[in-house]
């Protein structure tokens, strides 16, 4: 019995949400290329958790339950008021949000189908309430409650700013949810996994997702670009900072990836999106920036940017603070953990794989005080 470390190549599961065939990423056999360009957040969502797009009617239907299940309830907003929200990391204050809300469900335990349906509406209605609520408490400010005449990516920069955000925003911020929606058999969807494997509900399954999503190899990596950008600052010290991360073997964050190795077919559109909102913001040198990060890590490592590398310039060009790129991950995630642990549920085995023992053999118990 020998090891695979990271579990590379092992295939888990069998899963009809999405694919990574041939470096191509579909969900649902729809091509990631053709839903960032036409489609919304809301109909991905649909797509994600009933393995076909909505119909007109159903697509009104779902975006009505979004808006109507929204609301939080105010003691996760007292939570936040009564801890150092400052040193607080926007991540965990999401993860034990969700975890809270399970204590406001009546139906946090009730495994039928149903009850799960429901459960899954209010998951992906929520937890941009959280997060907004969280930033505004943070900065300060009252929490907005969401509106019911606004679509999902509308919703969210309207309860961050306190604003109906312009259609670029809304474009930008929709394209970038879909392109995070779902991503096969990633860290924290097999986290959520093997979580609802034990038969533990929902909220369970997606709190762990969101413990797993934090790390800086995961989901966490988008901060952490946009961190080091900052920490660049200016596009003619790139050359030097990164040639010195690169021979003191620092990752560089936002490049590589588990399973492309051809480069990851979300980063081109974000990369194009980076470019005209840098623009406009008048702030181009972000994108700049990057750009020449990539010409340097690629011509010297190989590596490809991967979703979290130029998403990082176009959270921060929407004006979005650098710890909350994260949780907008998150937030639009929940949706491919919900579809996964629902799948997990109709065809569900105990996950448990072995390990293999590499520690001492057959030691003998010596008394305390002969130690
Ligand atoms: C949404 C997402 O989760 S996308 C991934 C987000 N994470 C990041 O961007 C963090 C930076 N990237 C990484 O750490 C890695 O590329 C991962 C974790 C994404 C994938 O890693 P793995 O497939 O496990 O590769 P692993 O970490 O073993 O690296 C293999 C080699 O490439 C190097 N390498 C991998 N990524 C990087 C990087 N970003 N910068 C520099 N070197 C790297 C490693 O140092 C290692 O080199 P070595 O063989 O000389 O020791
Ligand atoms: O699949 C992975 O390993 C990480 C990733 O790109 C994602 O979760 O979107």
Redesign the pocket.
Known sequence: MSATK?L?GVVATTSSVSSIIDGVLRYNGYNIDDLAEHASFEEVVFLLWNNRLPTEKELTSLKKELAENAKIPQAIIDQFKSYAIDEVHPMAALRTATSTLALFDSEADDSSEEANRRKAIRLQAQLPTIVTAFARVRAGKEPIEPRNDLGFAANFLYMLNGEEPDDISIDAFNKALVLHAD?EL??STFTSRVCVATLSDIYSGVTAAIGALKG????G?NEQVMKMLADIGEEQYVDEYIQNA?DN??????????VYKNG?PRAKHLREMSKQLTQITGEKKWYDMSVRIEEI?TEQ?G?LP????YSASVYHSLGIDHDIFTPI?AVSRVSGWIAHILEQYENNRLIRPRAEYVGPADQKYVPINER
């Open positions: 990271g590379e991503h990633n860290a800086p190899l995961h989901g990596a690169l073997k620092v990752k560089i964050m936002g490049f590589g990836h588990r990851d890590v490592k590596l991967n979703v979290d590398f991950f």
